[in-house]
């Protein structure tokens, strides 16, 4: 499995931006897959933004597109999730992953790794 590890999480108010690092422990251009996760709680994970090795597609929660920008820099090993426009809804603890089994681009389940998370707090 993919060592991941996040940073860049932290607290701003309504309207600010952060970007979220993950780092990765193997080259990600060997990964199938990557994406940004979130957990409010109470609530249940939820996909925020994703990115497959073949054709490089993304996605995009709802929720966040037009806001949020998914990149990576293979040089790295690094994922990266520029957050614009931040609102209290985007309060949660982000998580990187890798390597999809199954399910589709923004679906929690499937993903063979998990990094331990970043907390976002945003405040109005």
């Known amino acids: 499995q993919v060592q991941l590890v996040e940073s860049g999480g932290g607290s701003v108010q309504a309207g600010g931006s952060l970007r979220l690092s993950c780092v990765a422990s193997?080259?990600?251009?060997?990964?199938?897959?990557m994406g940004w996760f979130r957990q409010a709680p109470g609530k249940e994970r939820e996909g925020v933004a994703a990115?497959?090795?073949?054709?490089?597609?993304?996605y995009y929660a709802d929720s966040v597109k037009g806001r949020f920008t998914i990149s990576q820099d293979n040089a790295k090993n690094t994922l990266y999730l520029q957050m614009n426009g931040l609102k209290p809804d985007d309060t949660a603890m982000y998580y990187c992953?890798?390597?999809?089994?199954?399910?589709?681009?923004?679906?929690?389940?499937?993903?063979?790794?998990w990094g331990q998370g970043t907390q976002v707090t945003v405040s109005s």
């Open positions: 193997t080259f990600i251009s060997n990964t199938n897959f």
């Open positions: 990115i497959y090795r073949t054709g490089s597609a993304t």
């Open positions: 992953a890798a390597d999809r089994l199954y399910g589709g681009p923004l679906s929690p389940g499937g993903c063979q790794s």
